[in-house]
């Protein structure tokens, strides 16, 4: 039986076989057998060397599994992760996503960290900062995926943890009073970052707020979009103001960081020393796939053929990740449509905060934008052309989008099948 296709680098997996799992990927499913008993109880591995053929059959595991068997099957001696909670050799996590209940997440002390710099280190814009003392400001929702990430309303100087100062004290940024904007700004101003990281969205409403407030923070070199997607229309309002390199990071709380890469650029890759990441062909798409994630070097919670629910897309250059497989909408021919292809339909003279495509017929959307100007009579048909036939799409300029019930927001909202 041939070989899966992985989305890593061909040297990180080992020599190529057609019948037999590369060493280093045998290794880490071996040793998640060892560390969870969740592992054994849902598929048993024999002892011989591992073929593809076996590995195939070991159940791909869905966030939907995990909420149902709750975090704790995932433990032998569950008393052992409370004691750790205690006295913090364990940190924990919830996570809700876009579509489904909450999961807690147990992360061993210092894993989250290390991740983190093997994901630095695995980008060329990144890599200066790994090993190094360096000034980075952090806005995004308040439940997000740093275990340190504040949940009370501490002032400044005790929101400042070993160079990182977290922005925000509440989510949705679109309800934030001036006031709040006040002093965010202001105190990205005292603290001059090397690095600003955020959800694409709290950073786009950040670039109005410091352009509102006519101020520069001319310190900053590098800015990484995560927690959320981008489209392209966050990343040029957040370039108007913050003018440096844009790093695309792609990751989940249970699963760690994934991908990086330079924004809008198509050149993302894996992160090998964080995960195996197996390509799965997505509906015929010779160039699409869902991703099933192994996590490597993890001792609480190891994850293994982890289907996230993420589609990815493979170019000569890289990749770039479409994101969440409910957030695609596919023409009635069976092709793709993702936030990249409204990004390119957009009018050139078009510009806005946020937008967010909602369907709400079989032949019926509404493109709800935040902007300082009303769009261009020609938007709405560009779009309904690359939606396809018969589709019709109604603008409305909006002070702000909701986001969904878990604070994250979504670029594109197909009718639910």
Known sequence: MSAPLFANRPDSLGPADENCVPAPLETEIRRIYGRS???PQRFALHSEPLQWSCYREIPTLTK??????GHQAFFRDYAEVERGLADKRFEYESTGGTTQSPMTVIMEEGWWNAQTDRAYLASPI????VGRPY?????????CSSNICPYEDHPFPHRYFDGTVY????????????????????????????VLEGEPIYLSLLARAVRKRRVSVPSIKAVILTYGKASLQHS?????????????????????????????????????????????????????????????DREAMPLLRYHTGDIVQRFATGFRVLGRESGLYFRPDGSLVSPSEIDAALPEAFSCWHYSLVQTTENRWDFHYVSEEVAPPELEDAVARVLGDGQRVVAFRRRFIAPAASGKFALLKPLAK
């Open 236 to 296: 040029r309002r957040i370039a108007e103001v913050f003018p440096a390199p844009q790093v695309d990071l792609y990751g989940s709380t249970e699963a760690g960081y994934l991908f990086v890469g330079e924004a809008f650029k198509d050149d993302s890759y894996v992160i090998d020393g964080n995960a195996f990441v197996e390509l799965v062909p997505y509906r015929g798409r010779a160039d699409v796939f869902q991703i099933v994630v192994t996590t490597r």
């Open 126 to 129: 990144l890599r200066s900062y």
């Open 135 to 143: 000034r980075k400001c952090v806005l995004a929702p308040v439940g």
């Open 167 to 194: 922005l925000n004290l509440t989510s949705d940024p679109f309800v934030f009073p001036e006031a709040e904007w006040d002093r965010i700004v202001v105190e990205l101003q005292a603290v001059q970052p090397d």
């Open 64 to 69: 939907k599994e995990i909420v149902e068997r």
């Open 37 to 39: 008993p969740l592992y």
